[in-house]
């Protein structure tokens, strides 16, 4: 069998059960329609302080915007210190700076704090109010055992001491002491707080209360002390099952209650009870934050779970952003995070028209929330009670012969570069292939990351090849005539541009486990498979049309490897540096907007067209794309087409950027992917309009500049020919 035919039955083999995966996908993708805003209720108390109606009143107006549940977060010290004036702690070495409290304090708490009982892990609760006092210590009975906490009450003040630990001490960093010269003596270990002050104490049953009266749902927001985990756990359980209160989802503070020794506990009573963990998205919306005991609890669960997004104080601060009348830039970002990113669950917090001011004119949310739902209908998504992603596990062994089709492009690509004889491209075809197998039996997650990075870098290179072998085309088969161009080069785009789709779309189905839906786990090759194709596009040029050879020069057959060599070997001069501070300009740029990790971010007038697009079309095109990346590749073939072949290569650089762009649009495992379709469908068609713009006002420049050459060299002819004749009788 010839060498071509192993090659088209390989792709057809991954063709087939690269579908069959891709149908599982979509079907995970599509089977969680359901997104549910939650309102943080100590968030809309801080904005009621403001308004003019009460709580109950906010909350049944939120509940006609289809909102149906708060969340209410577990009492603290620190909640109870920061509402509260009556009350205050101190880590117990805070006591000997100031002597005050020998005056203040109960006689038998000083006692007390006089004794070898306590230590320097401890922490001390002042309280001024006797109800407060009884409520806390009722509170601290119901939850943790008495070795943890001893009460003395007193007339004005009464004292709850905490038996702390080492583990739970905080301490400064900076605590050195210096000698007259300035030079560091020692590094004092100073207590600064404790993570006594995080403990729980229960839940406010008047805000439960308040919530219930105005119809909503409760879902209670636990904390943890691994220390008596146990012990917060059950007490937690109980609660929410006296109480009536089992939710849909938990959503966990820095680590899951029960944590670390009975989250097993926990994750048998969740089945029971059909409640699903909460993953929250990270602040730059990439991967989510990390929660001890969670990852266990959610791979316990086949990872049928929701993401949550959380409405953090800088999204708060967009009201009236970008010159909008109002909070249109919160609900562009609502619109993202649950289309593009699996998000089901938006932890909801009011909009601020100031740092410290609320927006407290219901109408602003009423609209934000109407058009939301509007637009989320076209995604086939509805506001409601959030339902998680249904469990995908592609078969290990479709997920080889899928592979197989990345390895056939590349041993195209390298018999059309090197020209390699038959008989050693079975040998090589036989070694990659025993290669796969033993990677995917040996190494299965690790060879998935390592075989979808080497596809986007084969499927991006091919397609680069192939557009490069279309600009080989161009020189020899010239043609005339804008619309011609125009024509021929939307063909060569839109067939190079499948190639990087296919590309997308492997990698797509090769990461498609729900923790990489989930983005519990993310592909993080993303940028070295964007450059490293540019490099070889370089390369490829070169072998290609060799280094400064003319047209005339080139032959159809001949490749120029030697002339790699030549170009390591110029002499390099200003423009050449000139030339190298725009590609690093550019790289630097290109890898600067990637992410939200990075300082460099769009203008507010990039901003607000791409919130034009996203809000009149299904997905917004990449910008990079279409008005950048793939106009340059139709004027590359432009500028080959009419043989101005020093225009060919920066043109066809830029636009090179759009190849591997594309793999990276489908890299974003987290987007769905008919979402992903959409947006290179789109970018193509506005890339290829623009282009044909581009080309028409390019070739009218062109014939000008023609005509004043023309001009010109006829005038200058005119001048020296009267010259002549002047000078003739002299």
Not at 372 to 399: C, D, Q, W, Y
Not at 560 to 587: C, Q, R, T
């Amino acid at each position: 069998m010839k060498f071509k035919y192993i090659l088209i039955l390989m792709v057809i083999i991954s063709l087939i059960s690269g579908s069959i995966l891709m149908y599982d996908k979509v079907n995970a993708e599509r089977s969680s329609n359901i997104a549910e805003i939650i309102l943080s209720y100590d968030d809309i108390d801080e904005m009621v302080k403001q308004s003019d109606q009460d709580m109950e009143y906010w909350l049944k107006e939120f509940k006609k915007m289809s909102i149906n549940t708060v969340s209410i977060n577990e009492i603290t010290l620190n909640s109870l210190i920061e509402n509260n004036s009556f009350v205050d702690a101190k880590v117990f070495p805070e006591l000997g700076e100031n002597l005050s409290w020998l005056l203040l304090y109960p006689e038998n708490a000083i006692e007390y704090l006089k004794s070898n009982s306590v230590d320097k892990d401890d922490v001390i609760i002042e309280i001024y109010e006797k109800s407060l006092f009884e409520f806390v210590m009722k509170r601290l009975s119901q939850i943790y055992p008495d070795e943890f906490y001893n009460g003395f009450i007193g007339e004005k003040l009464s004292i709850i001491v905490l038996d702390g630990t080492i583990e739970d001490s905080y301490y400064r960093e900076d605590n050195v002491l210096t000698d007259f010269e300035g030079e560091n003596v020692k590094r004092v270990e100073e207590i600064n707080s404790s993570k006594l002050f995080d403990i729980g104490l229960g839940f406010d049953e008047n805000k439960i209360e308040i919530v219930k009266n105005a119809g909503l749902d409760v879902n209670l927001r636990p904390g943890n002390y691994s220390r008596y985990a146990k012990e917060k756990l059950d007490y937690f359980l109980k609660y929410i099952e006296d109480n009536n209160l089992i939710p849909n989802y938990f959503i966990f503070s820095s680590e899951v209650v029960g944590y670390p020794n009975f989250t097993d506990e926990l994750s048998k009573f969740m089945k029971s009870k059909n409640i699903m963990p909460a993953l929250i998205e990270s602040s730059v919306q990439r991967s989510n934050i990390e929660q001890s005991g969670l990852l266990p609890l959610v791979e316990d669960f086949d990872y049928e779970t929701v993401r949550l997004f959380s409405v953090m104080n800088y999204i708060q601060n967009r009201f009236k952003f970008y010159n909008y009348n109002g909070a249109e830039e919160i609900e562009n970002t609502l619109y993202r995070a649950i289309t593009e990113r699996n998000i089901r669950l938006v932890y909801f917090r009011p909009f601020k028209s100031d740092e410290k001011v609320y927006v407290t004119d219901v109408r602003y949310y009423q609209d934000t929330f109407e058009s939301l739902s509007e637009r989320l209908l076209k995604h086939n998504i509805t506001l409601g009670k959030a339902v998680p992603m249904k469990f995908n596990n592609p078969n290990r062994i479709l997920l080889t012969l899928t592979v197989f089709g990345a390895l056939a492009v590349g041993l195209w690509l390298l018999l059309m570069l090197f020209k390699i004889n038959s008989k050693y491209m079975y040998y090589l075809a036989i070694f990659l292939t025993l290669g796969i197998l033993s990677f995917s039996y040996i190494i299965p997650n690790l060879s998935l990351i390592l075989f979808s990075f080497a596809g986007a870098i084969v499927f991006s290179t091919t397609a680069i090849y192939y557009f490069i072998e279309n600009i080989n085309n161009a020189y020899k088969y010239k043609v005339q005539g804008s619309f011609k161009i125009i024509i021929m080069s939307s063909i060569i785009l839109f067939s190079t541009l499948m190639i990087s789709v296919f590309g997308g779309l492997y990698v797509n189905i090769l990461l498609s486990h729900s923790k990489y839906l989930l983005e519990i786990e993310i592909f993080r090759g993303v940028l070295l498979s964007e450059i490293l194709p540019l490099i070889l596009f370089g390369i490829i040029y070169i072998i290609k049309f060799g280094y400064n050879n003319k047209i005339e020069e080139l032959s159809e057959d001949k490749l120029y490897y030697k002339d790699l060599l030549k170009f390591f070997d110029i002499n390099i001069k200003a423009k050449h540096i000139m030339y190298l501070s725009v590609l690093m300009g550019i790289g630097y740029v290109y890898i600067s907007r990637a992410g939200h990790e990075t300082s460099l971010k769009p203008s507010d007038y990039e901003m607000i067209f791409r919130n034009f697009l996203e809000y009149n079309i299904i997905a917004r095109p990449r910008t990079k794309e279409f008005l950048i990346a793939f106009p340059s590749l139709m004027m590359a073939l432009n500028f080959a087409y009419q043989g101005y072949k020093k225009f060919v290569f920066p043109f066809a650089f830029i636009g090179a950027i759009g190849y591997t762009s594309i793999i990276n649009t489908f890299c974003h495992l987290r987007t769905p992917v008919y979402l992903s379709l959409y947006r290179v469908g789109y970018s193509v068609l506005f890339g290829i309009i623009i282009g044909a713009i581009g080309i028409v006002l390019m070739n009218i420049i062109i014939k000008l500049v023609k005509r004043v050459q023309i001009w010109k060299k006829y005038w200058f002819q005119a001048i020296m020919d009267l010259k002549i004749k002047v000078m003739k009788p002299f």
